[in-house]
């Protein structure tokens, strides 16, 4: 058997990891276009902050490849995929054979097409080159375009390192697409609190400066700066598989099967790049979070070693704490009415509960949990995740729910009368650490 990965980040690697697990001795070919390999791109912002440096980024040892002997092309970009002949071609016009093909090719920065945007200075966060230009980059003061998880991230590890940021949000609030307004409020006022602007509502709309970037110019204001990042948030990285007649989602991802096949036989997709089952929202989606990129990558990797095996489907997880200061946790949907799967006359229902410093929220579809936001107050968000993985029906245990004192005790019952819906590893989780 030959195997040819494409990519080598998360979900790349825990594939072939899969594949080792089953198959030991099959040539693996692996092709990843970065020049660095094995660094977790989780961690770049820690990186652009000056608080770790770039040996500490790696999630797995300097040789991995030689470990688990795979061939691997570091530096090398793919530019084509034969389907008939089955092989891939590099950009160098190298040609390698595959029988069973992975696409772990993740997500592309997407570029906003702003007068000015390829002025000096102006950068994404996505790869270790982008990290290492950022922290390069010289002067005092920072806009970050884009309040999302990684401008948020970003802002406040440049502001960590001494600059004086600006935030830029062309929506109502902050973190627009993980957190609801309510939590917004309490988020922004801690990232204001660490000494960064943040200004919502208004859209970028030219970058000035001759050759360097300058100022940030919005619909009503100048902001002047000497870098810009720009985090404005990723799409898939499709380009290759679109060419060799792949299917594409509605979602613009690749399209796979619950073994992470694509619509051609023995080719594969896992990771930021294809589109998967999501059970939030009971519909395929696109969860571009590393733990995502993981769980397909193994099972696309267990697949094309030949054990079959299903992927049950995930949901979005995102946590901002480690950087605002104050756990704050949301996933699955965040609002009932942009829950596509909430449509329909079924039972949805937001209940919520607000301190001065806390907040939380819950949506629910038919007494099952389907979103939660939890902010300043996160006891349990283990547990919230699989009552909402194992649809637990919640509708008699919600006071406990959403009670300040949540513990284990009080959930006890709950857990007791569900456990035949747990998996067995997570029912002794759960009864293990209480979660
Ligand atoms: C700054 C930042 C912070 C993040 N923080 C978090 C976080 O806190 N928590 C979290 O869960 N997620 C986070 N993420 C998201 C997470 O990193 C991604 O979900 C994850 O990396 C996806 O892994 P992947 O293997 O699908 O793809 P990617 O990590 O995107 O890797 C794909 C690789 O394939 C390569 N490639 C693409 N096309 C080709 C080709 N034709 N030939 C060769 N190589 C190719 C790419 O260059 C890239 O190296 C963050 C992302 C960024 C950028």
Known sequence: MRYVIIGGSGGAISAVEAIRSVDQESQIELFSDEATPLFSRVLLPYYVAEELSKPLLNFRSADFFEQNKINAHIGVRVDEISVNDKTVLTEAGDSFPFDKLLLATGGKPIVPPIPGIDKEGISPLKTM???????????????????????????ISLKRRGMEVTLLEQLGHVLPTVFDEEAALIIKKRIEDLGITTVTGEKAIQFTGNGQVKSVVTDSREIKCDMVVLAVGVKPAIELAQKAGIEIGLLRGIKVDPQMMTN???????????ETYDISRDSNWINAIWPCAVEQGRIAGLNMAGRK????????RNSIGNFIGVPAISMGVTRADTCSSCEGGEAVQEIRKRTKETYKKLILKNDR?????LVGQTQKAGLFGILLKRKINVADTLPVLMSKSLN?????????????QFKEAEYKEIMDTGL
């Open 129 to 155: 080159a982008d990290a290492e230009r950022i922290y390069h980059l010289k002067g005092k003061n920072a806009v970050v375009i884009g309040a999302g998880s990684i401008g948020v991230e970003t802002s």
């Open 264 to 274: 051609l036989p023995d080719i594969y997709a896992a990771g930021d790049v294809a």
């Open 309 to 316: 095996i299903s992927y049950e489907g995930s949901f979005r």
């Open 369 to 373: 949990i389907v979103g939660a936001i």
């Open 408 to 420: 284990f005790m009080d959930l006890l019952p709950l857990i007791r009368r569900n456990a035949d």
